[in-house]
């Protein structure tokens, strides 16, 4: 997102969603102020410009289809793993399934 790409963030629920955003908020802080320590409010609009290409769903299914990448950060189970990407796989695009 701090590069200019478009991020959603897939949880289980919104509570999930708000707390993640409200730790990438707290750690852009953290980067603004030693990046932009001459310059802080080139800090707040870096930080307001990221957030903002940030959003948020509880729905993967309604996100995948239009991803150029997926990441996945689930529990370190391969099962869970699978399951997961098959359940993706279904819904996303054609460009992203032979990369």
Known sequence: AAT?????????TEDILAKSKKGIE??????AKKKFAENPKAGDEF??????????????ASVVHSADLVVEAIVE?????????????KFAAESLKHQ
């Open 77 to 89: 189970n391969l099962k869970v793993k699978n399951e997961l990407f098959k359940r993706l796989d």
């Open 47 to 60: 930080v307001e410009k990221t957030l903002s290409s940030i959003t948020t769903s509880t729905d993967a």
């Open 26 to 31: 707290e750690s852009l802080r953290k980067v």
């Open 4 to 12: 200019g790409h478009t991020v959603v963030l897939v949880d289980q």
